[in-house]
């Protein structure tokens, strides 16, 4: 797929309607005439995530890269950070586009899906129901948790179709098998995955022992789905509504292609251009595109985060969101977030140093209740740890999982 036009188009029409966009290209020495390919893109900085937030505190509450009127947006969602992520009408194309994933496992009239994804503050529930009806499946929002809820709705109403983590529906699987409903008597058939890495040990699970189509999505809250996985396809096939970029987490160069770099990506939504955006995380692009791919690109893998935050139980959990949470609380002197996984399950323990003079009397309860306040995450564990350590040189999040 050509991608220059669009991306004239897009940079020239953000350049005279996005006031941080203009100031952006301005202090790089850039115009819009700069830009005649994808290839130009490189002239323009990367814009990181977390620089959304100083863009926003500074011109708020959108940092000055809508372009419509925000009386027209249908919702506004909220990020780590904090972050407020706006939520514009599509366009058309656009809005087909992002059908890919969900059509790649055969949604359609006649599914009953189960979403397990939230629905308030965080796009993914919303954006999901939103697409699910539109390729005619009827959606039950069920959202996350509740397990044996989830099993009732799956029985009782035939689900066809499942939308969440891997790791939820392999916990749905098995407390189904342990209340003597057998896997014939599953109706799911159908799964698009997201949020989590999607193992080939649940792959063979699901659609060995289930006979369920399966696909895994990537995406964020920023930019929505990106990519999805297709049979004999290595990593993902890249969705037309953006452009992907690999570059030098240090330098925002692009690197080449094939090498692992940040995925920094350019998004054809006029009304939010997010253009040279920094995701934060690492991947690789295939020199040449899969010929399934459809004509697009062709990211090769996931492998792991440049940036701070980094995504629990579906969630990103950012170090600011430790540091607001621990500065409520007298007693603590430092903490770490120590992020492990047991039981296809996400465990999050805190570890507290106190400060002197101070017991650990309540400050079990208080760093659960701010965590959860500022994070919206539980907290499964409080270690109160000896003065000393915690080295301060180290991420306030320590991931410690491990994938099969």
Request: contains cysteine; charged residues 20%.
């Amino acid at each position: 797929m050509n991608f220059d036009q669009r991306i004239r188009d897009l940079v020239a029409h953000a350049y005279a309607h996005a006031p941080a966009v203009r100031d952006r290209l301005d202090q790089a020495g850039v115009t819009p005439a700069d830009i005649q390919s994808a290839a130009d893109l490189a002239k323009i900085p990367v814009l990181p995530k977390d620089a959304l937030v100083d863009l926003q505190r500074a011109n708020p509450p959108f940092g000055g890269l809508l372009t419509v009127d925000p009386a027209t947006l249908p919702r506004i969602y909220i990020s780590p950070g904090p972050i407020f992520d706006p939520q514009p009408e599509p366009d058309a194309e656009n809005a087909d586009y992002a059908l890919a994933p969900f059509r790649a496992v055969g949604f359609g009239s006649g599914d009953r899906v189960l979403n397990t994804f939230m629905y308030h503050l965080t796009p993914a529930g919303l954006l999901i129901d939103n697409a699910l009806r539109a390729v005619g499946a009827t959606v039950i929002p069920s959202g996350p948790g509740n397990t044996e809820l989830q099993i009732m709705l799956l029985t009782s109403l035939r689900a066809t179709g499942y939308v969440g983590t891997p790791s939820f529906l392999a916990i749905i699987l098995d407390k189904a098998a342990e209340m003597g409903i057998p896997k014939e008597a599953v109706t799911i058939k159908k799964a698009l995955f997201s949020a989590e890495p999607y193992m080939p040990g649940q792959r063979a699970r699901f659609e060995g022992d289930y006979s369920m189509v399966t696909t895994s999505a990537y995406g964020t809250a920023d930019l929505g789905f990106m990519g999805y996985t297709k049979a004999g396809v290595q990593g993902f096939c890249l969705t037309p509504n953006i452009y992907m970029q690999i570059c030098s987490p240090e330098r925002g160069e692009p690197v080449e292609q094939g090498h692992v770099g940040e995925i920094v990506v350019t998004t054809f939504n006029k009304s939010y251009p997010l253009i040279r955006f920094g995701t934060g995380d690492l991947g690789a692009l295939a020199p040449e595109a899969d010929p399934n791919c459809d004509g697009g690109q062709q990211l090769l893998g996931l492998f792991g985060r440049s940036g701070d935050a980094i995504k629990v139980r579906g969630m990103f959990l950012h170090p600011n969101q430790i540091l607001a949470a621990m500065s409520r609380i007298d007693a603590v002197k430092t903490a770490q977030a120590v992020i492990t996984r047991a039981d296809n399950r996400d465990v999050v323990t805190m570890r507290v140093e106190l400060k002197p003079d101070h017991d650990g009397g309540q400050v079990e309860d208080a760093v659960k209740a701010y965590v959860q306040s500022m994070a919206r995450l539980r907290v499964d564990a409080v270690d109160i740890v000896p003065a000393g350590s915690i080295d301060p040189t180290q991420r306030a999040i320590k991931d410690e999982r491990k994938w099969e």
